[in-house]
């Protein structure tokens, strides 16, 4: 099946790390991805992650991999105002198609 | 600069009058797709075209069409458009998937009155 879910929204912090969760059912997909979007903007590759992997960190984000669990988290650590966005969660479903969660609308406070 | 341009950004029409969203890249990319986002919902792909003159559907192609006969064009066709076709929409270009990922372009928000 083809089914990512995610918490719709999250209220953090300026400063602190935020967490926002995924769960996805594909146990084929070979990648998942974190996926970004500002208002009024297109869709931003922020990071991805091959299946067979763990954990991986790009400056200040860190993404975790649970296969068992086919549970994915990205953590943005120090968040600021402008990552105040929609985070979307997608797996690769076959070469040539995403299959996206709903979206977490982060909401950077002062 | 490697993009996906989208035209227009903004489009509000009446119902049952035919129109067409353009896609375009630059980067020589095979596959193309089109989503649409609505709230709650994420992006659902429309259909997809992996080469010239080959397209399939994806999840939600009722009241849709493509074509594929240039590969840098992908357009997105709506027919006899409907109010429920009132949604955020997005074209994707990729190489195969993985670490060769989608990029999108800036979408085209369409109202059906």
């Known amino acids: 099946g083809e089914d990512v879910e995610q918490s719709l929204f999250l209220s953090v912090r300026e400063g602190d790390s935020s967490v926002i969760n995924c769960t996805y059912t594909d146990s084929s997909s070979t990648y998942l991805y974190w996926y970004k979007q500002e208002p009024g903007a297109g869709l931003q590759l922020l990071t991805y992650?091959?299946?067979?992997?763990d954990m991986k960190q790009d400056q200040r984000l860190t993404v975790l991999l649970n296969k068992k669990d086919k549970h994915l988290s990205l953590r943005i650590a120090d968040t600021q105002t402008g990552d105040s966005a929609i985070y979307f969660c997608a797996e690769s479903i076959n070469d040539y198609k995403l299959s996206f969660g709903a979206g977490t609308t982060v909401t950077v406070r002062a | 600069e490697a993009q996906v341009t989208q035209n227009p950004r903004y489009l509000i029409t009446v119902t049952g009058k035919k129109l067409t969203v353009t896609c375009s890249q630059n980067m020589n990319h095979e596959y193309m797709s089109w989503y649409r986002q609505d709230p709650g919902l994420g992006l659902r792909q429309i259909y997809y075209?992996?080469?010239?003159?080959?397209?399939d559907k994806g999840d939600v192609p009722e009241g849709y069409k493509v074509s594929r006969k240039e590969k840098r064009n992908f357009p997105l066709i709506l027919e006899s458009p409907s109010p429920n076709q009132t949604s955020l929409y997005f074209c994707?270009?990729?190489?195969?998937?993985?670490?060769?990922?989608?990029?999108f372009g800036q979408g085209t928000r369409l109202t059906v009155v």
């Open positions: 992650i091959f299946s067979n992997m």
């Open positions: 994707a270009s990729s190489e195969l998937l993985g670490e060769r990922y989608a990029f």
């Open positions: 075209s992996m080469n010239v003159e080959v397209t």
